[in-house]
């Protein structure tokens, strides 16, 4: 009987900086799935490429790594992660990315529709709703097979500053942030807990303060922007890169991992046509569910204060996108 090996899964990471060299970087720790590096400045991904080989022998992994410019090393991958783009500098908000970055989205979107029309897509570049928005349309992608990556993301922030509040692993925390990825995204306390143990009951207990919950809440919406601060120059790359790739996992390995994704919305949470961050089940097939969930009064306003803001941004890339 003749053996037949079995295709190992394929990435295309688009952008070679600082995010995507490390989700390359992950990808080959992991034994993932083979990678393709594309950047503009195709010495840059190549080099990375070139040196994560070498490290690949040191790690036992054979996964394959290529990088360059050319978009058609896409072909036959399986998972696109998009990157590529300016990154914050002090003093921006995502918002004042959109212009820069919403050309480079349009290129990307070509080369994706030219060359990896059946790729599951992540989005990664900022403004985050806005422009995974502009890629599902100019890559006339469905809405099984694009989410932006920003909850995950966000959700892990919050998780770890309750887990150094709390002094507990940070293994025993779990965290849920939706709506938009900006300064009023929606940590929801409610549906957070430690050790199984909600924040809201917790504070009941004594376990926590509220005032330091609303803190904590408070620096999850500012995380990206404190990061930027510190660095002086660019904007956070691990966490990212790390948040990415679980969702490329649980696409590639048909985990089902329930994730916050922005997710085009089809009349989920009363709202239609824009990508917001709600709880999302990935498979083999891409987006399998969107999870609604029981929002009180309070949670409501708050998600449709952040919706209202991605309405703007989205609003503003259709003004400056050719009509559909």
Same mark, same amino acid.
């Given at each position: 009987?003749?053996?037949? &090996?079995?295709?190992?899964?394929?990435? &295309?990471? %688009?952008?070679?900086?600082?995010?995507?060299?490390?989700? +390359?970087?992950?990808?080959?720790?992991?034994?993932?799935?083979?990678? @393709? $590096?594309?950047?503009?400045?195709?010495?840059?991904?190549?080099?990375?490429?070139?040196?994560? /080989?070498?490290? +690949?022998?040191?790690?036992? /992994?054979?996964?394959?790594?290529?990088?360059?410019?050319?978009?058609?090393?896409?072909?036959?991958?399986?998972?696109?992660?998009?990157?590529?783009?300016?990154?914050?500098?002090?003093?921006?908000?995502?918002?004042?990315?959109?212009?820069?970055?919403?050309?480079?989205?349009?290129? =990307?979107?070509?080369?994706?529709?030219?060359? &990896?029309?059946?790729?599951? @897509? %992540?989005?990664?570049?900022?403004?985050?709703?806005?422009?995974?928005?502009?890629?599902?349309?100019?890559?006339?992608?469905?809405?099984?097979?694009? *989410?932006?990556?920003?909850? @995950?993301?966000? /959700?892990?922030?919050?998780? &770890?500053?309750?887990?150094?509040?709390?002094?507990?692993?940070?293994?025993?925390?779990?965290?849920?942030?939706?709506?938009?990825?900006?300064?009023?995204?929606?940590?929801?306390?409610?549906?957070?807990?430690?050790?199984?143990?909600? $924040?809201?009951?917790?504070?009941?207990?004594?376990?926590?303060?509220?005032?330091?919950?609303?803190?904590?809440?408070?620096?999850?919406?500012?995380?990206?922007?404190?990061? =930027?601060? $510190?660095?002086?120059?660019?904007?956070?790359?691990?966490?990212?890169?790390?948040?990415?790739?679980?969702?490329?996992?649980?696409?590639?390995?048909?985990?089902?991992?329930?994730?916050?994704?922005?997710?085009?919305?089809?009349?989920?949470?009363? #709202?239609?046509?824009?990508? *917001?961050?709600?709880?999302?089940?990935?498979?083999?097939?891409? *987006?399998?569910?969107?999870?609604?969930?029981?929002?009180?009064?309070?949670?409501?306003?708050?998600?449709?204060?952040? @919706?209202?803001? #991605?309405?703007?941004?989205?609003?503003?890339?259709?003004?400056?996108?050719?009509?559909?």
């Amino acid at each position: 009987m003749e053996f037949e &090996a079995k295709r190992r899964k394929k990435i &295309a990471l %688009i952008g070679g900086g600082q995010i995507g060299g490390t989700i +390359a970087l992950l990808a080959m720790q992991r034994r993932l799935a083979n990678v @393709v $590096l594309l950047d503009v400045a195709g010495g840059v991904a190549s080099g990375k490429a070139l040196d994560l /080989s070498h490290m +690949a022998g040191l790690a036992q /992994s054979d996964v394959e790594l290529v990088g360059g410019d050319d978009a058609k090393a896409m072909a036959g991958v399986d998972v696109c992660i998009v990157t590529a783009g300016f990154p914050r500098q002090p003093g921006m908000s995502r918002e004042d990315l959109l212009e820069e970055n919403l050309e480079v989205i349009a290129r =990307v979107a070509d080369n994706i529709k030219c060359h &990896a029309p059946n790729a599951f @897509v %992540i989005c990664v570049t900022n403004p985050l709703d806005a422009m995974v928005y502009a890629l599902h349309r100019l890559a006339d992608l469905p809405r099984e097979r694009i *989410v932006g990556m920003a909850g @995950v993301l966000d /959700s892990a922030r919050f998780r &770890a500053f309750l887990a150094q509040e709390l002094n507990v692993s940070r293994r025993d925390v779990t965290a849920l942030v939706l709506g938009g990825h900006g300064d009023d995204m929606v940590p929801l306390p409610r549906f957070s807990a430690a050790g199984g143990i909600p $924040l809201p009951q917790l504070v009941e207990m004594g376990l926590l303060e509220q005032e330091r919950l609303d803190a904590l809440t408070e620096r999850t919406r500012k995380g990206g922007g404190e990061i =930027v601060r $510190l660095l002086g120059k660019g904007s956070a790359f691990y966490a990212p890169a790390q948040a990415a790739l679980e969702m490329a996992e649980s696409v590639l390995l048909d985990q089902r991992r329930l994730l916050p994704c922005a997710t085009l919305l089809n009349g989920e949470y009363g #709202v239609d046509g824009l990508f *917001v961050g709600v709880p999302t089940i990935l498979d083999a097939t891409g *987006v399998r569910r969107v999870i609604e969930l029981p929002l009180n009064e309070r949670e409501h306003a708050a998600f449709a204060r952040s @919706v209202k803001s #991605v309405r703007r941004t989205t609003r503003e890339v259709e003004r400056l996108l050719p009509p559909a």
